[in-house]
């Protein structure tokens, strides 16, 4: 009975302590849309089948959309679930091919997208995350109608660094 307690305290203590790593590979154009996702414990990484990333994806498709309210209540709900999850990001490559076939509207998009992605990348940088820069790029393409976007970043985490970070939240938000 005794040792049965000290296995689960061992192994809740490991748990609370390992890190975690999550690396994601995402190629997308019109024609395609190909994720690839590796979950690891510390160094030792495994590819998520693609049975698994089709039944999300499937999923996510089959999800009603909303109108741009809800949509951007999701956003913001998913920025705050990723400033607590994301604790140290090892490498962030993303790249965007834009093009809208006419020069101002493409102009228009891609500084759009610029200010998306500089608001994402300061939320993640007002806390020491990344090891190396981020490499963001962001092509205009005038010649045509496109858009593509290549992602390839890893980030780690520790269960117990969030669990109290958010019971340092409870505790700030319980004391105002």
């Known amino acids: 009975m005794l040792l ?11 748990l609370l302590l390992i890190s975690f790593s999550v690396e994601l590979e995402l190629s997308a154009s019109e024609a395609e849309f190909r994720p690839v996702l590796r979950v690891g414990i510390g160094r030792w990484r495994a590819a998520v ?12 498709r089959q999800r009603a959309q909303g109108g741009l309210r809800e949509m951007w209540g999701r956003f913001t709900t998913g920025l705050r679930v ?4 994301l604790q140290e990001v090892e490498l962030l490559h993303f790249e965007v091919w ?3 076939h006419d020069a101002f509207w493409t102009a228009l998009g891609c500084g759009g997208l610029w200010t998306l992605l500089g608001s994402f990348t300061s939320m993640l940088s007002t806390k ?3 090891r ?4 963001i790029h962001v092509h205009p393409v005038f010649e045509g109608t496109r858009l593509e976007v290549r992602l390839h970043c890893i980030f780690h985490f ?10 340092k939240r409870w505790g700030q938000a319980w004391l105002v």
């Open 82 to 85: 990723m400033d607590h999850l």
């Open 4 to 14: 049965g307690l000290f296995l689960f305290l061992a192994l809740l203590m490991l």
């Open 158 to 167: 520790r269960v117990g660094q969030i669990i109290v970070s958010e019971i």
């Open 49 to 60: 089948p693609r049975t698994v990333l089709a039944k999300a994806e499937d999923a996510m």
């Open 132 to 135: 190396q820069d981020p490499e």
């Open 98 to 100: 834009f093009g809208f």
């Open 128 to 130: 020491p995350r990344f």
